[in-house]
């Protein structure tokens, strides 16, 4: 997942990528490298690869973390395909989570509801206006499709507890219905979002087709 952040309206992007602009906002979309902006001459980019980040099932906005773990079946994600795989910069990990799914092979239509991540940002404090999810390696009905996000300034402690966290954004995933493998979905906005949080929540509400041979939900980034 690309989160980008901006201090201003100037930014630049160091490799390759296309500029958006959006009421004096300005975007760089990720194609091979990283999102960079600026607000002097230097270049900075929102995530690191080695973030810290937690995976949750059974977790809806607003309410408290449930947190999922290593393993199959109910609560828990992949070993080797956790939630620190969606900020690696790399489209080829994933992040699997099972869900309310007690194994791979069989689920139900909202298998993988609920399931998700949180993250206190390495960097501090920033502010989110735009983010962009990529898909898997496999299994378009596994894309999440309705997603939401949430933001705290609380500390670490606190961060399981639901009345720590702030709505920002609910609403498409920004990935289209039988996208290509392992490609950036569209750039989706927050402009009302004008608040710094230093941690943030990103939950799935929908996945494309969850189904009894489909029951679980991925993305790369």
Known sequence: MVFPLFRSA????????SLYQSNERYILRKQESYWYVSNDMSSQ??????????GVWNTTAGSDSNPASN????????????PYTVFDKNTNTKYVNFGNCNNITTGS???AQKTGLYLTLKRGASLLVAFQLATADSFPQRDPLQITIEGSNNNSTELTRGSSWTLLYKGSSGISINQTRLTYGSIQW?????????????????????GTNIPFIQYSE
Do not use: D, H
């Open 10 to 17: 100037v930014a630049r992007y160091l490799t390759r990528g």
């Open 71 to 82: 393993g199959t079946g109910i609560g828990k994600y992949s070993l080797g395909q956790g």
């Open 109 to 111: 239509p909202n298998c």
């Open 190 to 210: 927050l402009l009302q979002n004008s608040e710094w949080y230093a941690s943030y929540r990103f939950l799935v509400n929908l996945a494309m087709n969850n």
């Open 45 to 54: 980019v929102l995530t690191s690869s080695n973030e810290t980040v937690y």
